[in-house]
């Protein structure tokens, strides 16, 4: 199984990533794990919290919405692609 991503400007990479995690500790909540490396990636614990409180994916996006766009912006001038 894979997934396929058809159109690269169109593609909310933070936003599947997310529904993915949601996803997945909502069906195997007893074999998803977090540890200390997962907080590192998402700058704090807030995310795992959320994730693990079964806080919805669509709750979850906007609060991370500005810091998104602005790492967006800054990746924009470093793409060749």
């Known amino acids: 199984m894979f997934i396929e991503i058809t159109d690269k400007k169109k593609f909310k990479g ?3 990533g997310i529904k993915l ?3 997945l500790v909502k069906l195997y909540p007893e074999s998803i794990k977090f540890n200390s490396y997962f907080d ?3 700058e704090d614990k807030n995310l795992r ?3 693990l ?3 919805p ?3 979850i996006i906007p609060g991370w ?3 998104t766009e602005d790492f967006n912006s800054v990746c924009e001038k470093y793409l060749l692609y």
């Open 14 to 16: 933070f936003e599947f």
């Open 65 to 67: 919405q500005k810091e």
């Open 57 to 59: 994916a669509e709750e």
């Open 21 to 23: 995690l949601s996803t």
């Open 49 to 51: 919290e959320f994730l």
């Open 40 to 42: 590192n990636l998402s």
């Open 53 to 55: 409180g079964s806080k």
